[in-house]
C-alpha cells in the first residue's frame, strides 16, 4: 500500500497551511504514524508545498466533454461553468446554482422552441421526422404532439393563447384555434406562393410577423422545388416523393422576405430581400418599437450571397411601416461567426441569439446582447442551436433548441414578450 500526500481523497489541506508531520498525525491518528513517516520521508519536498486542487466542472470544451446527461457528473459549484460573463453586467442575469439541463434528445433537427402558459408545456418542431414535440414541466414526459406537422418550423403562441406555426412543407403559416381547427393564415404574396416561412412573432395589435427564407426547399425540411425550380433546376429530384397528394409541385417564385398579416387578413411585405436576405429569426423588443431580424445563411436555390450571419434592426412606426435599418451586429466573437438564428428579447431588452458556429467547439449556443449591440454573455451548448424561447410558469427559463436535442437554464429575468 502507498501514500499520496498530493491526494486530495486523502484529506483536506487549507491553502494557506504547509503539511507537517504533527498535521499529519492528527488527521490519521497515531496508528498511522509509521505509514505517513513513511510518505513524508517519500517525498519531504513535496510534502511541505502541497496544496489542495480544487476541482474543476467539466464543460463543453474539456476533453473528455461534459456529460449533459442524469449519470454525467457534478457541474455547477455556484455558477455553471458553460455560462459565460462576456461582460459584468451579464452577472445580474445568471441565476445562481442554476445548471444546464438537456431534458430531451431524440430529434434529427430541432427547430421552433414555443411555451405554452397555460397548458404548462413545451412544443417544438423535429423538421425532418414531420412532427412537433411537447415536453410537459409537470414530469417532464416528452411526447408526439402532431404527427405530420407539414414539416414546421418556427412556433410560437399569440396574446389569446393560440399557437402559430410556420410549415415548409405546405408554405404557409397556420394558426391552431382553441376549437381544435386549423386556419391558414398565409400561403401566398400577391398570387405567388410564398418560400418556406420559417419563423412567427405576435403583435400587440393583433397582427402577425413572419421570416420566408428558402429552406424548406431541400429534401431534408420539406420538398425541393418541382423539376425547373430554383432549388431543382435541372430536374433530377423527384420532389413529390414520400408526399402526400398535391404536395412537391411548388416552385420558387418569391424573394427572401418578410411580411405582416393585418388583423383583417391582408398580407403586406415589410422587409424586402435586399435589406435583409434570407430572413430568419425575428422579434420585436419589448416595447414593440423595434424589429429584429437575423439574416442567417445560404437558402437552397439562392442565386446571390444569401444570408449574411447578421442581425438588424429597424425602427417601427405607428403605421406599421419600418425605418432606420441598422446593423445590429455582425456575430463575429473572438473571430469565430458565430452565426444567429433564432432570437428573442427579455424584459430589460437584451436580445438572446442562438449561436451556430458549426465545428468551433465552445461557440455554439446562445449569445446575449444589450439593446446596443453589446455582447455581455454567451452560453455554451455541445450542439449547434438552432432557436430560442422563454417560458416556464414565471417566464424565466430559457429553452434552447439545438440540433437534437432540447436544453434549458434558469435565467434571472424574464422573456418579454408571448413564447
Given at each position: ?18 503539511l507537517s508531520r504533527r498535521s499529519l498525525v492528527g ?13 513524508l520521508g517519500a517525498r519531504p519536498a513535496l510534502a ?85 414535440m411537447r415536453w410537459m414541466e409537470d414530469d417532464g ?279
Amino acid at each position: 500500500m502507498t501514500f499520496d500526500a498530493r491526494d486530495p481523497k486523502v484529506f483536506a489541506i487549507d491553502d494557506d497551511q504547509k503539511l507537517s508531520r504533527r498535521s499529519l498525525v492528527g488527521a490519521m491518528g497515531a496508528g498511522a504514524l509509521g505509514l505517513g513517516a513513511a510518505a513524508l520521508g517519500a517525498r519531504p519536498a513535496l510534502a511541505q508545498t502541497q496544496t489542495t486542487v480544487r476541482p474543476t466542472p467539466p464543460t463543453t470544451i474539456t476533453n473528455p466533454p461534459r456529460d449533459f446527461s442524469p449519470q454525467g457528473a457534478p457541474t455547477t459549484y455556484f455558477s455553471d461553468p458553460d455560462i459565460l460573463s462576456v461582460d459584468p453586467s451579464f452577472d445580474a442575469y445568471v441565476q445562481p446554482n442554476s445548471a444546464i439541463q438537456r431534458l430531451w434528445t431524440g430529434a434529427l433537427w430541432a427547430e421552433g422552441p414555443a411555451w405554452n402558459a397555460q397548458g404548462r408545456y413545451l412544443v417544438w418542431s423535429d423538421i425532418p421526422n414531420n412532427r412537433q414535440m411537447r415536453w410537459m414541466e409537470d414530469d417532464g414526459h416528452v411526447s408526439v404532439f402532431r404527427l405530420p406537422s407539414n414539416n414546421s418550423n418556427g412556433n410560437s403562441f399569440d396574446f389569446q393563447g393560440r399557437q402559430l406555426s410556420c410549415e415548409h412543407l405546405t408554405r404557409r403559416v397556420v394558426r391552431y384555434e382553441n376549437d381544435g381547427s386549423v386556419t391558414v393564415l398565409a400561403d401566398n404574396y400577391q398570387g405567388k406562393r410564398l418560400n418556406s416561412p420559417n419563423d412567427v412573432v405576435a403583435h400587440p395589435d393583433g397582427s402577425y410577423w413572419f421570416t420566408d427564407p428558402p429552406y424548406g426547399g431541400q429534401l431534408y425540411e420539406g420538398a425541393p422545388d418541382a423539376a425547373g425550380g430554383a432549388s431543382n433546376e435541372a430536374g433530377r429530384l423527384k420532389s413529390r416523393l414520400g408526399q402526400a397528394a398535391g404536395m412537391g409541385e411548388s416552385k420558387r417564385e418569391l424573394p427572401t422576405q418578410c411580411y405582416r398579416i393585418d388583423p383583417s387578413g391582408r398580407l403586406d411585405m415589410v422587409v424586402t430581400e435586399e435589406q435583409v436576405p434570407d430572413p430568419n429569426g425575428l422579434c420585436f423588443s419589448p416595447d414593440f418599437k423595434k424589429l429584429y431580424v437575423c439574416s442567417t445563411g445560404k437558402g437552397p436555390g439562392d442565386k446571390g450571397p444569401g444570408g449574411k450571419g447578421e442581425v438588424y434592426v429597424f425602427d417601427v412606426g405607428a403605421d406599421n411601416k419600418l425605418s432606420n435599418r441598422k446593423l445590429f451586429s455582425d456575430f463575429m466573437v473572438d473571430g469565430v461567426k458565430c452565426g444567429p438564428d433564432g432570437i428573442r428579447a427579455d424584459v430589460d431588452g437584451n436580445l438572446w441569439v442562438s449561436s451556430n458556429a458549426g465545428r468551433a467547439v465552445g461557440y455554439n449556443g446562445v449569445t446575449v446582447w444589450t439593446p446596443d449591440g453589446k455582447l455581455i454573455g454567451r452560453i455554451r451548448l455541445p450542439e449547434v442551436c438552432g432557436n430560442i424561447c422563454f417560458g416556464g410558469p414565471k417566464r424565466n427559463r430559457l429553452f434552447m433548441a439545438a440540433s437534437q436535442s432540447i436544453y434549458a437554464v434558469f435565467v434571472n429575468t424574464q422573456g418579454a414578450a408571448p413564447a
